[in-house]
């Protein structure tokens, strides 16, 4: 039967006591390379007893399994069985170890699993002598199945049901069992199926997360994305594990369809953020990751604008691989899931850069002048893009920084140094806590490099004199790499002059300084 959560003992030892007992218990029987079933159930017992665990964790424990393996061996069990898939998760069995109880199905499967019985995995009570095995208030009243035979009337032991039953003639049916075969079959099939359903919708509906904490875990997801804009990512990253721990935390203390939904958002956002610090801080690899996460957030709960943005996140990461075959496909993957907007002009932006580093010249300024034409139909604002913002934004001087690279890319200095020096210019203008410090960096160095492809190395120096003071908390992986780009530049065969190869020193020091050698050390 399924029950509301239940209320276990804490387990007095932690699993690594168990994990001690297991490997005695098998080194004392020879190390067996298939531990016989009743040396496992041995095992069992003992970690039940001495660790207080209880019966299900402790015959997974007694197994050697992770909660993930006990689910794949269950699954197997079933295929070898010619049994009907459980659709058990992880969640679900982290719930039974909690106390909640599985549906006699589930009961039935873990049986076979472990070859024993539900009393023996805390689903039921053994009567036999007078004495409670396991307690389990919800079978403290036998079922018919357990009533022997026929003889009397097996409610003359429950006479609160039995005065019910007397004034109330027509709801006999319902308080009595049917009598065919002296079973009463007919009304514990009934009666247990309308228990299961009132206990299972009274623990959806207890189980809810409040407005307050919903509402305190958006705002900080907003704060976060506008704050990321002008603050080192170092600062943010604990903050970010945080927020999105949080919403896990939240995640399984509801059952709520639409709080689920909310929260299934805040960790997609969260995960998305994390993505950018990732990159930022240097680990590619993982920004993927989180970036994946994100995405996939976004499809369960069927957000298109995250998946999206998530897709633009991982076509960047492609990008500065050297992958922009691949940067593309993503770009235009995320385009056929794209709302109308800022959404989709960041896609076309990307797209361009790619194109442009691909050396698709006509495909790289189709997507330069679709990007523009998108911004220009004015459409709706969207929630991520527009009303969250920050990380998530993407405006004009974005859009003007990243056209103005995929130019620059193509080798065309002039409009490389329109696009870029215009990107420069509105962030200058931008308040404060709007101005962008990575970008307003990178279109810098960006403006430097069309500098240098007019042979203007005065210009290059102008543009990025900003960028050499550039605190070393904010000297991202976007940047480092542009500025990189920059110093190959002035060592080629048309700088071979003092000026050219004391900016090209400067970039080298400012270069051997990321921002992720702020990050502590590992621990040994």
Known sequence: MTGPPGREKPPVHDDRCAQRIRVLKLAEAGDPPSPSTELLHAIAAEIQSHCGQVPLRAYRLAYGWTIAAAVRALHGRCVGDSL?????????????????????????????????????????????????????????????????????????????????????????????????????????????????????????????????????????????????????????????????????WLLDRTRNPAQQRDLYLAAGQSCGLLASASFDLGYPHAAAQQARAARAYGEIIQVRELSAWADGMLACIELWAGRPGQALLLAERGLTVALDGTCRVRLWCIAARAAAVQGDEQRAMDAVVTSKRTRDTRAAPTDLHDSVGGEFGFGLARQAFCNGSAYLKLGRAEEALAECGEAVELYARAAADERWYAAEAGARADLAAAHLLRGDLAGAREAVSEVLVLDPSKRVEGVIRRLGVLREVLAGRGFQNREARALAEEIEQLTATPAVQVLPAPPP
């Open 84 to 248: 009907s898939h459980p659709g058990v998760s992880k969640r679900a069995w982290q719930d039974w170890e909690a106390g909640k109880r599985p549906n006699r199905h589930n009961q039935d499967l873990l049986c076979r699993l472990f070859g024993t019985g539900p009393v023996e995995l805390g689903f039921a009570q053994d009567y036999r002598g007078g004495e409670v095995s396991t307690v389990s208030a919800d079978l403290a009243i036998p079922s018919a199945r357990s009533r022997p035979g026929s003889q009397g009337d097996p409610w003359d032991r429950y006479p609160t049901a039995r005065a019910f039953s007397v004034p109330l003639a027509g709801w006999e049916r319902s308080l009595q069992p049917a009598r065919s075969g002296g079973q009463g079959v007919e009304w514990d099939l009934v009666m247990n199926a309308a228990h299961e359903s009132s206990e299972h919708a009274a623990a959806f509906e207890s189980a809810s997360v409040g407005p307050n904490a919903l509402e305190q875990l958006g705002e900080d997801i907003l704060r976060i994305a506008r704050a990321y804009v002008h603050t080192p990512p170092l600062p943010l990253l604990a903050e970010l594990i945080r927020v999105r721990d949080r919403a896990y």
